[in-house]
């Protein structure tokens, strides 16, 4: 089973994000729900969880601080930043997070983080797990649709090695001449 810890200093994003987690995740296993930096790094380091959902600025040690020592203390968890600030979205990268969520986080947003959207779209966390503690390992892993574009009529015909002027309605159009 996934294990999660979630770390938000304002107590009602705390539990709307923990009730939309389980929403979202019905078999994640909250491991510790944290109101500060300190507390989040413990929780880190004595559960060692699969998934730390960390807020950027809380009291004492704030999210990029707590992912930095979370990288000692539980190589194997992986980051995801909720925040309100979009500013620190390329330190939270640098860090190692596997996503960032801008608060209001929403439903579907957190689905795609999770891993439950439709089709196993944006199954960013699950992906990273070692499949043993991840039950979507099979969807998540096998091969996509193809979705590249066709392109052009002209570069269709290019690729089938015939004149576009021959297959075109376009090109036909503009290489006539009146009458």
């Given at each position: ?157 290019r690729r089938r090695g015939s004149s576009p002027s021959t ?13």
């Open positions: 089973m996934t294990t999660a810890i979630v770390a938000e200093d304002e107590s009602l994003l705390r539990e709307e994000l923990v009730s939309l987690l389980r929403g979202a995740w019905p078999e994640l296993d909250m491991a510790a729900v944290c109101e500060d930096g300190g507390s989040a790094l413990e929780a880190i380091s004595e559960h060692r969880p699969d998934v730390a959902f960390l807020d950027i600025r809380m009291p004492g040690l704030g999210g990029l601080e707590v992912a930095a020592a979370a990288a000692e203390a539980s190589p194997a968890t992986h980051i995801v930043f909720v925040t309100a600030y979009n500013q620190y979205a390329v330190d939270a990268f640098e860090r190692g997070a596997v996503d960032y969520l801008l608060k209001p986080v929403t439903a579907k947003r957190l689905a795609a983080t999770a891993g439950t959207a439709e089709g196993g779209a944006g199954c960013r966390i699950r992906r990273a797990l070692p499949p043993s503690s991840n039950n979507c390992a099979r969807r998540c892993r096998r091969p996509r649709a193809r979705r590249r574009s066709r392109g052009s009529p002209r570069a269709s015909a297959t075109s309605p376009i090109s036909r159009r503009t290489t006539s001449t009146p009458s």
